[in-house]
């Protein structure tokens, strides 16, 4: 089956600084991959969408300037979290749609955030 | 937001038994997904049923969906140890991609 990878698999870093992490679709081409954060305990929320040459669309309440989202090619999306704050401690996760099927995505194996 | 809810929030069976989750959304859908996660990883893909079906089977999973009541229920039958994690609905209303997940089952199967 297609297969996503995240890049790093866990960070941890100091307040103030950005960081960025990878989501890559190793074997299929994806024009859509989408975002989504995760606390403990909790269920996933959809961040945003990325599209592959074009702007990212955010969910109501996600700030784009918090949380930049680049789609350079079919098969990278990278989220950078601008200015971290501990309350930006969470589990990211990314999946990737094959292109031309709405129906199937995959997901990545997600992204552990620390702030210190 | 999250638009679905799911009960229980937590089951504990022994190995062996029968595992039936339950999964209830706000607005009409295209599709119903389910997935698992493991603790701390990622998600898999389990079962995806349309609109215009009301049940599917995959191996030991089999997947129920009742428009009409906006309801959806995954039962994993034969549990198994290896069973054990989180499950989550997701619905797909707008083809997009975009999924709304319920808040998750927590499924314990003791061995």
């Known amino acids: 089956g297609a297969v996503v990878s995240q890049h790093p698999s866990r960070v941890i870093c100091k307040s103030g600084t950005s960081v960025k992490i990878e989501c890559r679709s190793l074997?299929?081409?994806?024009?859509?991959m989408f975002w989504y954060r995760q606390f403990p305990k909790q269920s996933l929320m959809l961040m945003a969408t990325s599209n592959e040459g074009s702007k990212a669309t955010y969910e109501q309440g996600v700030e784009k300037d918090k949380f930049l989202i680049n789609h350079a090619s079919l098969t990278l999306s990278t989220l950078t979290v601008t200015s971290a704050h501990p309350e930006d401690s969470s589990f990211y996760i990314c999946?990737?749609?094959?292109?031309?099927?709405?129906?199937?995505?995959?997901f990545g194996p997600g992204t552990r955030l620390t702030v210190l | 937001s999250q638009q679905g809810e799911e009960d229980p929030q937590a089951l504990s069976i022994q190995e062996g038994e029968n595992a039936t989750m339950n999964c209830s959304y706000k607005t009409s859908i295209n599709n119903l997904q389910w997935y698992r996660q493991n603790s701390g990883r990622g998600l898999v893909h389990l079962i995806l049923i349309r609109s215009n079906e009301r049940e599917k089977h995959s191996g030991r999973l089999r997947v129920t969906l009742d428009t009409s009541k906006k309801s959806s229920s995954l039962l994993i039958t034969a549990s198994r140890a290896a069973d054990t994690a989180s499950y989550f609905c997701?619905?797909?209303?707008?083809?997009?991609?975009?999924?709304?997940f319920g808040q998750g089952t927590t499924l314990q199967v003791k061995p």
């Open positions: 999946s990737a749609r094959v292109s031309g099927n709405p129906w199937e995505q995959f």
């Open positions: 074997d299929f081409q994806a024009t859509t």
């Open positions: 997701a619905t797909d209303g707008s083809n997009t991609g975009k999924l709304i």
